[in-house]
Structures are given as structure tokens and as C-alpha cells.
């Protein structure tokens, strides 16, 4: 299994121009979210999915959307890109226990600046 | 907003020795998870406590668990080089189940 892959890893955008971050996960995982993390603010959560077709947002959805048309996969969108949407963008996974979070499973990472 | 924040957010001890970190959260859970992160690398899952346990062991990892005192903490015993890396707590909060909350994490540096 190759887990929960995200591509790309490294993104430069300019102010304005829009971009999707992909992410797919092989364990036939239920939930997926998307998170970013900036220096001194740990993880804040964008937006998650609890199953195909359905989204909800998170703490900090503004300028983001995402869609949940496979189990498999949760394209992460950027509008129009920002120089405050420059961070580092997680995706997670994991399987539902009921209705208690379970064990995340992260992607790598995908590191985008804004210039 | 931050549900956990962690403490201290740096550690830096010699191999062998061990290292506790501090997780304070606000408002009731469903449980709460513990996770490292090396350097450039994603989140790794290290252990996972429910509300109604006060204490979970696996390998040289010891978490407790005070919901009275919403706060948690993180032993990790005979510390290794290896485990330098960033740690964070996150809790499940019972309002908003599976959106998970993270510190702001803890940086330990184990020196050789």
C-alpha cells in the first residue's frame, strides 16, 4: 500500500492564479481532511470528508474548496492564490469509528509559496 | 482556535535520559492522540487515548490522561537520537467529532 500520497510536493504560484493539490489514499479510508501548517500554529484544520460526497469545513476553509467524488481521492483547490496561503498543506485519512476520530494516516506534504 | 497547547514547546536532554511533554486541552473529548513529526516529513501516529482511560503504554512510550484536568502527557522513556522530532498532541473534541485539533506541538532534541 502506498498509503496517502500528495502531489505536487513543491509549488510556486504568483498572486491570484489558482492550483489544485491532489491527494489519494489506498486503505479504502472513509475520512479525509486537508490541513496547513504555518510556523508556531501546529495544524489547522481545512476541510474534511466523510465519505464520497460529502464535505464539511474546518477552521480555516476561507479560499479553499474540495470535492469527494471517489472514496479514493480529495482534491484540495486554491481560488486564487494569496501570499497568506503560503504553508504547507497535509492531507490525512483514516478509517470511522463510530462517531470518535480514529488514528490519522498523513501524505507527505506539499509545500507552496505565494509570491 | 487551538484546543491543545503543548508544553514545553522546546526539549532539548541527553540520549538515555527521559523526556515528558504537557498537553492541555478545553473542551470534552472523545479522545486524544499523540503524533510525531520529523523534520520535512508528514505526522505519524504514535499512540491514541480514550476519555475513559487514564493511562496507555506501547514500547517506551507511556500517556496519561487527566479529563478532570482536560491535560494529557507524553513520557518517552531511554531516549535515542532517533526520536528527536517534533511531537504534537490532538484531541477529538465530542462537539465536532473527527476534526481532530492540534497543538502547537513540542520540538525535543535529543543530544548524543
Known amino acids: 500500500n502506498a498509503g496517502v500520497t500528495q502531489t505536487p510536493k513543491f509549488q510556486v504560484l504568483k498572486t491570484g492564479q489558482s492550483m489544485t493539490l491532489q491527494c489519494a489514499q489506498d486503505?479504502?479510508?472513509?475520512?479525509m481532511s486537508w490541513y496547513r501548517q504555518d510556523p508556531g500554529m501546529g495544524l489547522r484544520l481545512i476541510h474534511y470528508?466523510?465519505?464520497?460526497?460529502?464535505?464539511d469545513q474546518g477552521e480555516v476553509p476561507n479560499g479553499y474548496n474540495v470535492s469527494r467524488s471517489t472514496t479514493e481521492d480529495f482534491p484540495l483547490r486554491l481560488l486564487s492564490a494569496a501570499p497568506s496561503q503560503t504553508s504547507v498543506y497535509f492531507c490525512?485519512?483514516?478509517?470511522?469509528?463510530?462517531?470518535?476520530?480514529?488514528?490519522?494516516?498523513f501524505g507527505e506534504g506539499s509545500r507552496l509559496t505565494v509570491l | 482556535s487551538q484546543q491543545g497547547e503543548e508544553d514545553p514547546q522546546a526539549l532539548s536532554i541527553q540520549e538515555g535520559e527521559n523526556a515528558t511533554m504537557n498537553c492541555s486541552y478545553k473542551?470534552?473529548?472523545?479522545?486524544l492522540q499523540w503524533y510525531r513529526q520529523n523534520s520535512g516529513r508528514g505526522l505519524v501516529h504514535l499512540i491514541l487515548i480514550r476519555s475513559n482511560e487514564r493511562e496507555k503504554h506501547s514500547g517506551r512510550l507511556r500517556v496519561t490522561l487527566d479529563t478532570s484536568k482536560k491535560s494529557s502527557s507524553l513520557l518517552i522513556t531511554a531516549s535515542r537520537a532517533a526520536d528527536t522530532a517534533s511531537y504534537f498532541c490532538?484531541?477529538?473534541?465530542?462537539?465536532?467529532?473527527?476534526?481532530?485539533?492540534f497543538g502547537q506541538g513540542t520540538r525535543l532534541t535529543i543530544n548524543p
Open positions: 470528508s466523510v465519505g464520497a460526497g460529502i464535505t
Open positions: 486503505m479504502n479510508h472513509e475520512y
Open positions: 473542551t470534552s473529548i472523545n479522545n
Open positions: 490525512a485519512s483514516s478509517h470511522r469509528t463510530g462517531e470518535a476520530g480514529g488514528e490519522l494516516f
Open positions: 490532538a484531541t477529538d473534541p465530542i462537539q465536532g467529532a473527527q476534526k481532530l485539533v
